[in-house]
Structure formats: C-alpha cells, structure tokens
C-alpha cells in the first residue's frame, strides 16, 4: 500500500474535477472561432474565467489563462519588469527574497545576466519569515530604482505563510508593484486577490485538485505588462496561443471546491499536522521543525535531520510504502542543499537533511500512523549512510 504525503508536489485530481475535464474535453472547436462550435467553447472557457474570479475574489477581466504556476511566475516578473523599465530606464532592481521557487529565483537571475536588472534579495530569519523591517528601510532610499517587488504568500517548502497585505501596503507608499506567487496557499488558506493590494498573482491547477497544465496569473486592471508570448493576442493580448477550455474548466472545478473546503480543510488538517510533528520531534530527538513558530499552513510539516541525507531518508521511506518529498533540487543525480533552507541560515549538511510531509483532505490518521511507524528504520538507515552531497 502507498501512502501518499506530497500533495504539495501535486494533489491528485478530484473525481468530480476528472468528470468535468474528460466532458469539456469533448468540446469540438477553437474558442476563438466565430461559429457556433467555436463560441460553445468560448462560452466555457468564460464560465471558468468567471468562477475561478467569484473563488478568488478578483474581477473575470483580471483572470489571464496560462500553462500553470512557471509560466505565471515567468509572465509576472518578465513582464513586469520589462513594462517598468521600458517607462522608466533607472527602475531596474527586483526586490524578492531567496527563499522563492525557483520560478521566481531563476527568472531573476536571468533578468540579472541578460537584461541588465539587478536582484536584491530580502533577508529572512531562521523561521524563513522575510524582513519586513529591512525593506521598509531599503525603500527609503531605493523605492525609485525598483521595478517590483515579488513574494510568495507562502512557501511551497516550509509552509511558512507570508502577511503580503502588509507588504502591499508599503510597496503603495512608494508606487511599486507587488506579484506574489500564491500557488502553495490557495485552497489552504483564504486568497482573496481584490483584498490583497497585489498588482499581479501566480496559481496553477494542480495543487488544489485540478489537471497539470493550466493555471493563471491574475494581473489587475491598473497593472501593465510586457507579455512574453507574441501571437494571436489572446488573454488580453498578454498569452498568446490558442486556450486550453477544457483546462480551464477543470481548473475552476478544483479551485471553487478547495475554495469551499477551506474551513474544513484546515479544521481537519491542522490537528493532524499536529500529531505528525509531535511524533516526529519525539521519535528523532534531534529532529528540528523547520519554520518553529512562524505562521504556517495547515497542511504543511517540514523537518530536519541532522547527520542524515534527505535523500537517503526520501529512498528509505518510499521502499516503505510511503511518498514525502525533501523539497531540494536534484538534477542530473546530484542533490543540491534546500536553497530555502540555506537561505534560512542553516548549514550545506542540515539543508541536505530534510524532509517535508504534506497532507490533503483526504489524509488519514492512519496516514499519519504508517509514516511515523516507517519513521525510525528510515532514520536509522540513514543516518548510517550520513550525510553526502553526491
Ligand atoms: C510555490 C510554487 N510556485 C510555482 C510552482 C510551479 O508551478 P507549475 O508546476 O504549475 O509550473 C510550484 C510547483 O511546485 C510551486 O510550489
């Protein structure tokens, strides 16, 4: 039997969610033809629009279809930053922090080494809470240089949930624009984009129980972009190509369920993200729970382990049956330490070590059992093996 705890990596699709995607799917036609084919499909395609806007608090205008959370990071931040500095040639800074996914970080970088911007990364604390104190003093001087400011609302590894209302409402002060990657916190905690003081904002499907491959960036009605995608002129001319409705539709199934679960969600989860950690930092005494007291997410438990690779503990696990992931790269067979974690201030060898569990809704306390049971062989395995990075 498996047991499944990586709903963070993605959540299996809802069968109700499956049932509309599989429907729409045999839809016949382009949503951008005028005949009666074409215009059924636009006529779904719309109702997505409209529901995911009703779900997430944004106007149906501001919905922009894309191929999921990637390509909405992508869209925000490129295009962003290229719309600001196009207006104005001094705005080239981007203000984020080292703790984002890599669909944030690696297209900053890029901006840095190609297009003459330059990053400026947010410290944060040994929680992984970002320094709202640091950036209200860097925009004293800098606000004029800034491009934008680009956060996550909370942290795909760790869990740690992010205040962005408070950051929206500095970054107005100063008139910057504000994306927030917001992929890891919808269906968990309430995102109301309209609430938000955000100028733009990333999610994508197949976290909350919809298909992988679509998701949106909401982009607001006063915020300007440059898109990256030349074409057709579809989504308001900033995605290009032709839409993917019956995506979109699922997508909107997954995103009114979860937005609707919410309650239940985090009444259910959070009780059992408690017992998980409880038994975790009693079973390994020197296990470490990765955010300590910082705000979280309900369903999200991510721990350290020292002397360990997280590796070997992932391997060790999935041959008992159960899937966690440890939240680091891995590319081309060499793991790299959690960028998240070492932006955190830990060590290469605790941020190699770790461990992150994520429960959905329909995880068990029996779940919650057979990992903590699988626990102690895991460990003891590998600590055995210690600690290496190739
Ligand atoms: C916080 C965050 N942003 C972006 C992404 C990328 O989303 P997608 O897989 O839809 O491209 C992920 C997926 O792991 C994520 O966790």
């Known amino acids: 039997m498996v047991v499944y705890l990586d709903h963070a990596a993605t959540s299996p699709i809802r069968p109700e969610v499956l049932d509309t995607y599989t429907r729409y799917l045999t839809l016949v036609g382009n949503p951008s033809s005028v005949h009666v084919a074409g215009q059924n499909v636009r006529r779904a395609l719309e109702e997505a629009r409209e529901e995911i806007a009703k779900a997430i608090g944004c106007n149906r205008n501001e ?3 894309t191929s999921g959370g ?3 990071d992508n869209l925000a931040i490129k295009g962003l930053y ?4 196009n207006e104005d040639a001094s705005r080239n800074l981007i203000v984020s922090a080292y703790t984002e996914h890599h669909a944030v970080i690696d297209p900053i ?4 080494r190609e297009q003459g911007a330059q990053a400026i990364w947010i410290p944060v604390d040994a929680r992984g809470v970002v320094d709202f104190a640091w950036l209200e003093t860097f925009l004293v001087e800098n606000a004029p240089r800034v491009a934008l400011i680009s956060l996550m609302w909370a942290n795909n590894e760790t869990g740690v949930v992010t205040p962005i209302s408070d950051f929206t409402a500095l970054a107005e002060r100063h008139g910057i624009p504000v994306h927030s990657d917001a992929v890891a916190a919808l269906g968990h905690i309430p995102v109301k984009f309209s609430e938000s003081g955000l100028s733009a904002m990333s999610i994508t499907a197949h976290k909350v129980g919809g298909p992988v491959g679509v998701g949106a960036l909401v982009v607001s009605r006063q915020a300007k972009l440059t898109s990256l995608v030349h074409g057709g002129g579809q989504e308001r001319a900033m995605r290009s190509g032709t839409m993917n409705a019956a995506g979109a539709k699922a997508f909107a199934h997954a995103v009114i369920l979860a937005v609707a679960r919410l309650e239940r969600h985090a009444s259910t989860l959070t009780p059992l993200r408690d017992r998980l950690v409880a038994g975790v930092l009693e079973l390994v005494s020197d296990a470490r729970f990765s955010r300590g007291d910082a705000p979280g997410l309900p369903d999200n438990a991510h721990f350290t382990f020292p002397g360990c690779s997280g590796d070997s503990l992932l391997f060790l696990l999935d041959r008992a049956g159960i899937c966690v992931s440890n939240g680091s790269a891995c590319q081309a067979g060499v793991t790299a330490a959690s960028h998240v974690l070492l932006a955190m201030g830990r060590d ?4 190699s070590g770790c461990i992150r569990v994520t429960l959905g809704i329909d ?4 779940d919650v059992d057979a990992f ?3 626990l102690p062989a895991a460990h ?3 600590r055995r093996a210690g600690y290496t990075t190739s």
Request: proline content about 0%; glycine content about 4%.
């Open 372 to 374: 903590l049971a699988a």
């Open 348 to 351: 290469e060898a605790e941020a």
């Open 70 to 72: 990637t390509e909405s």
């Open 363 to 366: 995880s068990t306390e029996s």
């Open 380 to 382: 003891e395995g590998a």
């Open 109 to 112: 970088e890029w901006l840095e």
């Open 63 to 65: 919905v922009i279809f």
């Open 82 to 85: 290229w719309q600001r500095r």
